[in-house]
C-alpha cells in the first residue's frame, strides 16, 4: 500500500531535523509580512501536515507534534490531520498552551528548535525566546524545507499596476505628507511598512502575488527626506517606474531592505510592526538603530476611507449584487433538478461576477457548503467532498469579488425545500443578531468588542455561540479582512471610527448538520451629537436580498420587520435598473414585505 504524502513528508523533515540536531521544527504558511493569504511558495504548513486553512502553525517532533489553529477550522483540522501523526491543538482555547509554551513544557534541556526566520514574525520569535530561553532552548534561525521540498512553487513575480486616483481619492504625495508629518509628531526618523496592503495602498499600486488578494511582496521605508519601495523589479514597467519616482519613490530590489536601513544614520528611531516583520530581517537591523515597535500607522490611514473610497465601494457593491441576484435566480431555478453541486455553485458565482466591469478575481475561495458542510466555517468543496445541493437542507454560500473600485464579501444562506423548525429558529435569531447591532447607536471611542455582544448575546440568550469573530474590516481592492477594526470578544479591539467600514455576520454552526451565516458590510457613520457627546452609527452598504421562506416570522419584533422590508426596498431600487425579464422578476418578489 502506498504511504500517505503527508508521511513521507513528515518522514523527509524528521530526517533532516535529525541531522541538524533539532527536537522540534515550527512550520508556518506566513510569508515574510504575515500575511494572511499567502502566495503558494510560503504554503509549508500546508504542505507539511495537509491541513489547508488559512490559519494555524505547525509544530513537527522527532515523534509527533501538532497544528495549532482557531475556531473556524475546528472540524476541518480534525478530519486534515487524521493518520498524520500531528494532533490538533485548538488555539485560543483556555485549556491550550502556546506554541511557546508547549516547547518549553515537552522539550528538555539544551533542545534546539527550528525554523524559517522569514516565515515567523519578529513578534512571535520574542515570546519563543522568553519561554525557551529560560530553559536552555535555542532557536535557530534556519529553512530546511526547501531542499525537501520538491518543485516548490517560485517567489511569484506578477506584475504591479497603477490603482488610479479616481478609486483611491488620494494622490501618493498627500499620503506621504501625512506619514512625514506622523513621524514627526512622534519625533521619529523612518517607518518600515511591512504589511502588504498596507504598502500597496500608501502608493496606489496593486499587485497579484496571490489568487485573492491584489497586493505584492514588498516593503516601504519612509524618512523626512526619502521613500524606498523594496520589490522585485522584474515586476515593475518603466511607465509605472518613472511615475513613482516623480513621486519621490525610489525602487530597489527586494532584498536591500535591511542594507538600506543599517545605512541610517546612528541612533535613527525607526517605526516598525513585529508582528508583520519576519524575525530573520529584524535580527539582521545594526543595534545602533532604535528599534520602536508599533501598529502601522498605514493600516489606520487606510481603515479611514476617504469619500473617493466610500462612494466606489458601495458602487461596487451594487454591482456584486447584481452578480448575487443572478446567481440566487440561477439557484432557484436549477436546484430541483438535482444537477447543483457544490462546486458548480461556486463556478455558476464566479462565472456571474466575471461579467462585470472591472473584474479582476474572487476575495478569497468561495464557501459553498450544503447541509453538514455549512457547520465548517471555511469550508471549500473539492472533487472528493462535493456535495450535491437539494431541497434537504440548508445551503450556505460566502463569496466576494476584486473591483477596482472596492472588495466585496457577501454570505448568504439558503433552503430549496422545506426547513424544519430548529432551522427557522437559528435562521430567524442569526437575522436578529445581524439586525441588532445594524441598528446600534454607539459613543465615539466604542470598540468593537464593545459592540460584539450585541449580536452574539441575541444567540448566547439561547445557549448558542460561534467559534470566531463578528466581523472585521474590508479594504478597497485589497484584502477582504483588514484591520484594525473588527467585531470580537477580544478587549484590544480598536474604537470605530467614520469612515470605517466592517462587516456584521453571526451565525449558527451546528456540527454534522448544518451552518447558517448572514453577512453585510456596513459603514459607520454619525448619528447625532448633543451634551453627552457624539454618536455613530452603521449603514448597510452591502445590497443583494436576504432570504425569507426560513424565517419564523412570530419570531420577529416588528421593527424588525420594519428593518427588514426597509432594506429590501432599498435592494429593489438599487438593484432594479440593472436587471431585466425572469430575474427582474424574481427579484422583486425575493424583496416583498414580510
Not at 537591523?285 to 532604535?290: G, Q
Not at 458601495?314 to 436546484?335: K, N, P, S
Request: aromatic content about 8%; charged content about 20%; proline content about 4%.
Amino acid at each position: 500500500m502506498k504511504q500517505n504524502p503527508i508521511c513521507e513528508r513528515l518522514a523527509l523533515l524528521r530526517n533532516a531535523m535529525k541531522q541538524r540536531g533539532y527536537s522540534a521544527y515550527i512550520v508556518t504558511n506566513n510569508d515574510p509580512h504575515n500575511s494572511e493569504y499567502s502566495a503558494a511558495h510560503w504554503l509549508a504548513r500546508s504542505w507539511i501536515s495537509g491541513f489547508t486553512g488559512s490559519a494555524g502553525d505547525a509544530v513537527v517532533t522527532a515523534q509527533g507534534g501538532g497544528v495549532w489553529t482557531d475556531g473556524r477550522y475546528y472540524i476541518q483540522a480534525e478530519e486534515q490531520l487524521s493518520g498524520t501523526s500531528l494532533s490538533l491543538f485548538k488555539a485560543k482555547e483556555a485549556e491550550t498552551p502556546s506554541i511557546a509554551k508547549w516547547l518549553a513544557q515537552t522539550l528538555p534541556t539544551q533542545s534546539v528548535v527550528g525554523v524559517d526566520g522569514r516565515s515567523i514574525s519578529y513578534a512571535f520569535y520574542q515570546q519563543l525566546e522568553q519561554e525557551l530561553t529560560p530553559k536552555g532552548i535555542r532557536i535557530e534561525l534556519v529553512d530546511i524545507l526547501t531542499p525537501i521540498w520538491q518543485q516548490r512553487p517560485l517567489r511569484p513575480q506578477a506584475p504591479i499596476f497603477s490603482h488610479d486616483i479616481a478609486y483611491a481619492g488620494e494622490s501618493v504625495d498627500d499620503k506621504l505628507t501625512r506619514l512625514r508629518d506622523y513621524l514627526r509628531d512622534e519625533d521619529a526618523q523612518a517607518l518600515l511598512v511591512s504589511t502588504l496592503d498596507d504598502v500597496m495602498w500608501s502608493l496606489n499600486i496593486r499587485g497579484a502575488d496571490t489568487p485573492y488578494c491584489p497586493i505584492s511582496e514588498a516593503y516601504l521605508l519612509v524618512t523626512a527626506q526619502s521613500c524606498h519601495l523594496f520589490i522585485d523589479r522584474l515586476k515593475i514597467n518603466a511607465a509605472l517606474e518613472k511615475q513613482l519616482l516623480d513621486a519621490g519613490i525610489v525602487t530597489l530590489d527586494y532584498g536591500k531592505v535591511s542594507d538600506t536601513i543599517n545605512l541610517l544614520p546612528s541612533k535613527t528611531k525607526l517605526h516598525f510592526s513585529s508582528t508583520n516583520t519576519d524575525s530573520l530581517l529584524a535580527s539582521s537591523i545594526n543595534l545602533t538603530i532604535s528599534l520602536v515597535d508599533t501598529p502601522c500607522v498605514v493600516t489606520k490611514m487606510k481603515a479611514q476611507k476617504n469619500p473617493t473610497e466610500l462612494a466606489s465601494m458601495e458602487q461596487t457593491l451594487i454591482q456584486d449584487g447584481v452578480a448575487m441576484v443572478r446567481f440566487m435566480h440561477w439557484l432557484e431555478q436549477q436546484v430541483p433538478s438535482g444537477q447543483v453541486t457544490e462546486l458548480g455553485a461556486e463556478q455558476q458565482l464566479q462565472g456571474y461576477r466575471k461579467q462585470l466591469d472591472g473584474y479582476l478575481s474572487d476575495s478569497f475561495r468561495t464557501i459553498a457548503g450544503f447541509a453538514e458542510h455549512g457547520a465548517k466555517m471555511h469550508y471549500a468543496a473539492n472533487e472528493q467532498s462535493n456535495a450535491t445541493v437539494d431541497e434537504s437542507n440548508l445551503f450556505l454560500v460566502d463569496s466576494g469579488g476584486q473591483y477596482p473600485g472596492g472588495t466585496t464579501d457577501i454570505t448568504r444562506t439558503f433552503h430549496f425545500g422545506q426547513p424544519t423548525e430548529q432551522q427557522r429558529i437559528d435562521y430567524t435569531l442569526v437575522l436578529k443578531a445581524v439586525i441588532r447591532l445594524t441598528t446600534a447607536q454607539f459613543l465615539k471611542g466604542t470598540t468593537g468588542a464593545n459592540l460584539d455582544i450585541l449580536a452574539r448575546g441575541v444567540l448566547w440568550q439561547h445557549g448558542i455561540d460561534y467559534k470566531c469573530g463578528t466581523g472585521h474590516g474590508v479594504g478597497v481592492c485589497l484584502n477582504v479582512h483588514e484591520g484594525p477594526q473588527n467585531f470580537s470578544q477580544n478587549i484590544k479591539e480598536v474604537a470605530l471610527e467614520l469612515g470605517m467600514v466592517i462587516t456584521n455576520e453571526p451565525g449558527v454552526y451546528r456540527e454534522g448538520e448544518y451552518g447558517i451565516r448572514i453577512e453585510n458590510i456596513m459603514k459607520v457613520v454619525p448619528r447625532t451629537s448633543n451634551e453627552f457627546g457624539e454618536f455613530y452609527g452603521f449603514e448597510t452598504i452591502t445590497i443583494a436580498p436576504i432570504a425569507t421562506n426560513l424565517l419564523n416570522l412570530e419570531m420577529l419584533e416588528s421593527t424588525e420587520r420594519s428593518w427588514l422590508n426597509n432594506y429590501h426596498q432599498q435592494v429593489f431600487e438599487l438593484l432594479s435598473p440593472y436587471l431585466a425579464g425572469d430575474t427582474l422578476d424574481w427579484l422583486e418578489d425575493a424583496t416583498r414585505p414580510v
